[in-house]
């Protein structure tokens, strides 16, 4: 027969051969680019700008050519862009839901017509997003502008947001920020990298053509990052969100460390991610999504490879079969090829054997895919991966090792499990500190399901309804954090003056002040140093109490304490943790006397005042009690086959540095909020009020908390907040304090990274900690918990 072939159906299913790839045009964008003299300007105020002597930056596509420059914005145009950005915020916010909405929508139309363009110039300036999947994003966001002051009322747009991406990035990371603060109702500035910038600079002319109004959205480029903060300096700027490689991230934190802004950062370019193979697994199917994924795909995560040893055998082989006649890949320079080579001879040496698609060329930017079988967890290879086609292949025995392979990072990306036991992957899944977990596939993203970044991956949520709050902020607060100037501060020198000489009195016995001791791991006891520092009167007069000067000593054994102790309590049932406060709320209720006491000597408030402390607390821990079992995620409705799964789960160990104001009050607020949602915590009380948190601990010892949950450790604050910044275990910071304390934080919570809630204590007292409007408790109850979205198909 003729055309016909020697091959059998067997043949071709053994090989799997791909078949032609098809030839592709970029006429349309580069006629785009020839409208602008390939050379861009900046997007500002509805427009495009290019202003007279800047410097400007080159783009070169995958071979080498020109592709087009861009402008590197200076000190005026940022200036220019946020004046713009304020004006176009007072035209979008004064919209309705509705309007807000049309105009979204109207940008799918839009796309529709220069749905060629966006593609094409993605596709050159290698920043993949399909038109298809910014369509899905805009369907996804234009409906939550719609619904926003149905479905999240009390809670009000930020203002002016800066959005900032590395150069590595995709324009898809760029649009599931952009997006959704539009919708809720922000401005936004836009300041892309090098490859998403001619993309982001389309898009914003696409959205001013759909009447999104002058200055909504603004697009600013640079030569590097640090453009990022010199618009984060400008006080118009509300919030900035940064994705892209970690290092570009922890530059963006330090440069923008005291300006008074909050900064969220999603590292997820070049994080280590476990693919996991089961034997019960259909093996064909999860080595053809291998390949795929480590050699085929543009690699923004680095996969490792974890097979059961059952089926070690076959999975290599099936490897060696699929990988025949594969291509080089191509590095990014040679400089990617010394790496790579020396990544490739330090597992050789270390007993790796490889699998590869052909022999290594002996220079030059590229390297044939490469299967590094016999790797230890602790080879620098595994731990570090170079760049390039390698793929570290390690095996486990059972499932519990397979758990403890994938949790053996410091990253938190995402995670692929492959096996045919819905029950087993259900239970890897939950078990593996990840924001993404993949059964039986890879890579899938919808703006649905919302995806927090676990350890060192990020410290913001984005994606669903839960993605939307870090735009927003309830209605009946201000900003926390005040504008203002960096101050010159010496960060190896904060926390470390000596507290206050204790100086013997000519007291009596009987009048003595007395000696209070601190709560950690469940037992009352003294600081590790032995010290003490008085507590002073209202007036300053006279010393009411001694209590221990804790230190980093009493934080690391509070940290070990807690780690033992936080699993289990996460494993409960959230309607155990309930009564677990309920329990709680009982015990304080039964100290009322002694709690009423401590706060009127360390006061100095009339007795009305301190009852209503001690009642509004005894109140609030119950509401706490009746929050656990209400936010508990759900499965949310996918545009194509199967099922996801969308679950809060605890961030671990939370460090809370408390007010001076109300010092009970919010001492039970931000406990309850903690516990309720699995958390444990070490608190450090009021440096100037500590008395109220220390008679709490009877409290906590007449409880049924398990021993460790709840840490309490007295001294300077500063010291103490020093020694949670620089504990790798503690996931979260809650500070209330200085100026200098929150700019600290900002700076030094980069390694691992740290979620931050920072608040700088003003003179008046700052937060009302007796409101209970329900916007208020939601946002504190939404900072207790990180998101995971599980992905399972069914076709």
């Not at 053509?209 to 118009?236: C, H, I």
């Not at 008074?260 to 199917?285: N, Q």
């Not at 044939?368 to 991966?385: E, R, W």
């Not at 010290?531 to 804790?550: E, I, M, R």
Request: with cysteine; glycine share 8%; charged share 15%.
């Amino acid at each position: 027969m003729a055309g016909s072939t020697n091959k059998t159906v067997h043949d071709i299913f053994q090989s799997m051969e791909y078949g032609p790839a098809a030839t592709s045009s970029t006429a349309t964008a580069q006629a785009w680019l020839e409208h602008h003299s390939r050379s861009l300007g900046l997007f500002i105020d509805g427009k495009f700008v290019r202003p007279a002597d800047r410097q400007s930056r080159s783009l070169a596509d995958s071979k080498g050519g020109h592709v087009c420059s861009t402008v590197c914005a200076v000190e005026d145009d940022v200036s220019q862009c946020a004046s713009s950005a304020v004006n176009g915020h007072k035209a979008w916010v004064n919209l309705s839901c509705h309007q807000r909405a049309k105009v979204l929508l109207r940008l799918v139309s839009v796309l529709g017509q220069h749905g060629p363009c966006v593609s094409e110039l993605c596709e050159l300036c290698d920043a993949a997003c399909s038109p298809s999947t910014l369509v899905r994003l805009l369907q996804y966001y234009s409906s939550w502008a719609q619904l926003r002051d149905t479905l999240i009322t009390n809670w009000t747009p930020l203002g002016v947001v800066a959005v900032v991406v590395s150069d590595d990035c995709s324009l898809y990371s760029l649009m599931i920020k952009v997006l959704p603060a539009l919708a809720m109702g922000n401005a936004v500035i836009v300041v892309p990298g090098l490859s998403t910038a001619p993309p982001a600079l389309l898009l914003a002319q696409l959205f001013v053509a759909a009447g999104l109004p002058p200055g909504a959205l603004n697009v600013l480029t640079g030569s590097d990052l640090s453009l990022g903060a010199k618009v984060a300096q400008n006080s118009s700027i509300s919030y900035v969100t940064y994705s892209g490689n970690k290092q570009d991230g922890v530059m963006l934190c330090k440069a923008t460390a005291g300006m008074g802004v909050s900064v969220s950062v999603s590292p997820y370019i070049g994080a280590r991610c476990p693919f996991i193979i089961f034997e019960s697994a259909d093996i064909d199917s999860a080595v053809d999504a291998v390949i795929e994924t480590a050699f085929k795909k543009k690699r923004e995560v680095l996969w490792v490879l974890c097979v059961q040893e059952s089926v070690q055998d076959s999975v290599v082989a099936r490897l060696r079969l699929r990988m025949v006649g594969m291509k080089c890949v191509g590095l990014h320079s040679d400089g990617d090829r010394v790496l790579v080579d020396a990544a490739v001879q330090d597992a050789q040496q270390q007993g790796a054997t490889l699998v590869q698609s052909c022999a290594a060329p002996p220079s030059g930017a590229q390297y044939p895919p490469t299967v590094l079988c016999g790797a230890a967890p602790s080879s620098p290879f595994v731990v570090s991966p170079s760049p390039g086609p390698l793929l570290p292949l390690m095996t486990f025995r059972s499932n519990t090792e397979a758990v403890t392979l994938g949790n053996h990072s410091p990253h938190g990306q995402a995670a692929s499990i492959w096996t045919e036991d819905l029950t087993l992957a259900l239970e890897t899944a939950k078990s593996l500190s990840v924001g993404s977990v993949w059964v039986n596939s890879h890579s899938v993203s919808d703006p649905c399901l919302p995806v927090s970044g676990h350890k060192d991956s990020g410290t913001c949520t984005d994606g669903g309804q839960e993605g939307l709050y870090q735009f927003l902020r309830p209605s009946s607060s201000s900003p926390p954090l005040p504008r203002s100037s960096p101050v010159s501060l010496n960060y190896s020198k904060f926390g470390t003056a000596a507290s206050p000489a204790i100086i013997p009195d000519d007291s009596d016995s009987a009048s003595a002040p007395k000696p209070y001791l601190q709560f950690v791991g469940g037992k009352a006891c003294k600081s590790v140093s032995g010290c003490s520092v008085a507590v002073q009167s209202p007036g300053g007069g006279s010393v009411l109490a001694y209590c221990p000067d804790g230190d980093r000593k009493d934080v690391r054994n509070a940290v070990e304490a807690a780690v033992k102790v936080q699993p289990g309590w996460m494993k409960k049932s959230p309607s155990a943790r309930a009564q677990s406060l309920y329990s709680l709320a009982k015990g304080l209720e039964a100290k009322r006397r002694d709690l009423c006491g401590s706060i009127s000597v360390q006061t100095g408030l009339s007795s009305d005042e301190v009852d209503e402390e001690v009642e509004l607390s005894i109140a609030r821990l119950n509401d706490w009690a009746a929050y656990c079992d209400k936010v508990q995620g759900g499965t949310p409705p996918l545009p194509q086959s199967g099922c996801a799964l969308s679950l809060p789960e605890a961030l671990g160990v939370v460090g809370v540095v408390l007010p001076d104001k109300n010092p009970l009050l919010a001492m039970v607020t931000l406990l309850g909020a903690a516990i309720g949602n699995g958390n444990a915590v070490i608190m450090v009380p009021s440096q100037k009020y500590p008395l109220p948190a220390l008679a709490f601990i009877q409290v906590l010892q007449a409880s049924d908390l398990p021993a460790g949950l709840v840490n309490v450790i007295t001294g300077s604050r500063d010291q103490l907040t020093v020694a949670l910044a620089n504990h790798s275990v503690i996931k979260a910071i809650w500070y209330w304090g200085s100026a200098e304390g929150c700019q600290y934080l900002q700076h030094t919570c980069t390694s691992p990274l740290k979620v931050l809630r920072l608040s700088c204590q003003k003179k008046d007292g700052g937060k009302e900690w007796n409101q209970s409007h329900p916007s208020l408790l939601e946002e504190m109850w939404r900072n207790a918990v990180q998101w995971k979205s599980v992905w399972i198909p069914t076709a």
